[in-house]
């Protein structure tokens, strides 16, 4: 770990307060009409940090908690939550680390680097997509166009704001909810739409 990802790791718990004092209503989007989407989700595939390639028809059936990540960030101590969540619920959900660097250049690593990094300091076993982009632009990963943009998902208008920006697709490939990067993985909220 660098110096700085410590200090980022030791400082986490500021971030979470600081959360908890915010009382902003857009940090948890609701599929509320329950829409589904124009283009199917299991058409889409992603392309593995480790070069592989994977269909998300294989999730079918279970719910997928899509999220960017970034190794340089204040939020990066969430890759721990994040596995714990996982490890929980391996039976009903699956969660895709989708490193960008995207925001103020936080995951310059190699793709071999992220993956290295994550398991060495918390463990993820959970899949990492390769590093890829995130908002909206001509290079945005096709996922992530899919997951920003109503016109294919049925209703959410938003790409990622920061790091650890968090979207849950159910089992019939659904999109069900956005949560800002300040929720934490373990959170009421997020605990409550995986288990709905």
């Known amino acids: 770990m660098t110096p700085r990802q410590k200090i980022l790791k030791f400082i986490y718990p500021l971030f979470v307060w600081?959360?908890?004092?915010?009382?902003?209503?857009d940090k948890i989007l609701h599929n509320e009409k329950n829409v589904s989407p124009a283009n199917s989700i299991y058409e889409l595939s992603v392309?593995?940090?480790n070069g592989g390639i994977e269909s998300l028809s294989k999730y079918r059936n279970k719910k997928i908690l899509f999220v960017n990540t970034a190794s340089d960030?204040?939020?990066?101590?969430?890759?721990?939550?994040?596995?714990?969540l996982y490890k929980k619920n391996a039976d009903k959900l699956v969660i895709i680390g989708f490193p960008a660097n995207d925001f103020k250049e936080q995951e310059k690593g190699?793709?071999?680097?992220?993956?290295?990094f994550c398991?060495?300091?918390?463990g993820v076993t959970f899949p990492l997509a390769k590093?890829?982009?995130?908002?909206?632009?001509?290079q945005q990963n096709e996922v992530f166009r899919?997951?920003?943009?109503?016109?294919?998902?049925?209703?959410?208008?938003?790409?990622?704001?920061?790091?650890?920006?968090?979207?849950l697709v159910?089992?019939?490939?659904?999109?069900?909810?956005?949560?800002?990067?300040?929720?934490e993985p373990l959170a009421k909220e997020l605990a409550e739409a995986i288990q709905s």
Request: net charge positive; hydrophobic share 25%; proline share 3%.
């Open 18 to 25: 600081l959360n908890k004092t915010n009382k902003r209503h």
């Open 47 to 49: 392309q593995l940090n």
């Open 73 to 84: 960030c204040g939020y990066t101590n969430q890759y721990e939550s994040l596995e714990s």
């Open 110 to 116: 190699s793709d071999e680097e992220i993956a290295q």
């Open 119 to 122: 398991k060495i300091h918390y």
């Open 131 to 138: 590093k890829s982009t995130v908002r909206k632009s001509d």
């Open 146 to 167: 899919w997951l920003s943009d109503k016109n294919k998902n049925g209703w959410l208008d938003r790409a990622p704001r920061w790091n650890f920006s968090k979207y």
């Open 170 to 183: 159910n089992e019939n490939g659904t999109l069900t909810h956005y949560f800002e990067p300040a929720i």
